[in-house]
């Protein structure tokens, strides 16, 4: 049974401050998303939050980038978006950038990540969500879910992954991609999605079995914009078992909080905390950055679940540390490499400053 998995998502208005979503702009998407499943639209959905960030998770057979779905998305964030703008929470509406809906909500704000699948005899998915950083922060996860042997065991002593996995990367400065295959591009791969404020991970296909692994958002807020508008707070579906990574494979790279952009005014690096749901809550700060994980077997596109895999006591540890090294971090204030290198600053006065202080600049003699 051919089935799409759509998560469409977008940070329409915060509570309080950038810090959660509130109940009430939930339960009107749950609404939204109930009718959609009994006109038939949708065969199931999932609606949950990570930190401000309102999630649609959705499957139906209507193929990626359908309009009806796209548009079902976008009227529930036009709705919340009037909910959230009376109980005035903070940035009502901040990620929907233009006023009318044109077919696909790509480009428009919202993160997307699709991908249509024939749904497996069993089909387990984990869907990884996060708040306060950018789409980059997937590259190192799906590096070492897809290419590390020693993170999967399975790329060196399971058949179907041993022959590798194609990366999909795309230059979110200038908008082109490159796919690379693994293991033998993998140092030509490291050397673009070890940069991933420019290179990020847009989705990854079994070489063996030619399907899709893992697909990812990769929208550019700022670049969209053209001015600070929020980081893209991105999304990530990844199959799991048999010729893909087991569950456990692909949710081990979060033991180690790796440094990302975002935190506060997305100005920041700081550790990438594995959270449940109810604790993806940035305050600290504004964090540090989040990433929530929900696991769902597919039943002919219904979603079985969810399960919040990062609730698991064993992700204790990388909380810990990622405490700790937000602390060291926080302790360079306003000093690199805390804070983003200027080219990568979103909120930054320094062009104003800049142009001031121009006349005051002497040269140096040689
Ligand atoms: C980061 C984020 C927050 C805001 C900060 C200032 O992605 O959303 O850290 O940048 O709270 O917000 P404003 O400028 O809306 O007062
Ligand atoms: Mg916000
Ligand atoms: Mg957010």
């Known amino acids: 049974m051919r089935i799409t998995l759509s998560v469409i998502k977008a940070d329409i208005g915060g509570y309080v401050g950038h810090s959660e979503s509130h109940p009430d702009i939930l339960a009107l998407a749950e609404e939204h998303m109930a009718k959609a499943k009994a006109n038939g639209l949708l065969i199931d959905f999932h609606v949950t939050k990570c ?30 978006t009037e909910l959230a703008k009376k109980l005035k929470l903070y ?44 789409s980059g ?35 979110v400065k200038e908008h082109r991609k490159i796919t690379l295959n693994t293991p033998e591009e993998a140092y030509d791969l490291l050397v673009f999605i070890g940069a991933p404020s420019r290179y990020a991970t847009k989705a990854v296909y079994s070489r063996e079995a030619k399907e899709i692994a893992a697909v990812s958002s990769t929208q550019r807020l700022s670049l969209i914009a053209g001015r600070y508008v929020g980081k893209d707070d991105p999304v990530c579906i990844v199959r799991c078992q048999g010729m893909f990574p087991a569950v456990g494979e692909v949710l081990d790279p979060f033991s180690l909080p790796h440094l990302v952009e975002g935190w506060m005014r997305g100005s920041h690096h700081g550790p990438f905390m ?72 979103e909120y930054t006065t320094m062009p104003q400053i800049a142009k001031r202080l121009a006349g005051r600049f002497q040269h140096l003699a040689d």
């Open 274 to 345: 594995p959270v449940a749901v109810e604790d993806s809550t940035p305050s600290r700060f504004d964090g540090p950055p989040r990433v929530i994980a929900l696991g769902f077997q597919l039943a002919d596109g219904k979603l079985v679940g969810p399960r919040d895999m990062f609730a698991d006591k064993s992700f204790d540890n990388a909380r810990q540390q990622a405490n700790d090294i937000a602390d060291y971090m926080r302790r360079h204030g306003p000093f690199e490499p805390h804070r983003l290198p200027l080219d990568e600053m």
């Open 137 to 171: 922060a997937w590259n190192m996860p799906l590096y070492k879910m897809f290419a590390d042997p020693f993170n999967t065991i399975g790329l060196v002593i399971a058949p179907g992954l041993h022959t590798g996995f194609g990366f999909e990367v795309h230059d």
């Open 91 to 134: 940035g009502a509406g901040q990620d929907l950038l233009s006023d009318a809906f044109s077919g696909n909500v790509k480009g428009m704000g919202p993160g997307v990540a699709e991908m249509e699948i024939e749904e497996r005899k069993s089909e387990p998915i984990v869907i990884f969500m996060a708040d306060k950083t950018s």
């Open 51 to 80: 930190g401000d960030d309102l999630q649609l998770i959705m499957t139906h057979q209507h193929g990626e980038g359908n309009k009806e779905i796209h548009k079902l998305a976008w009227d529930t964030f036009i709705n919340g």
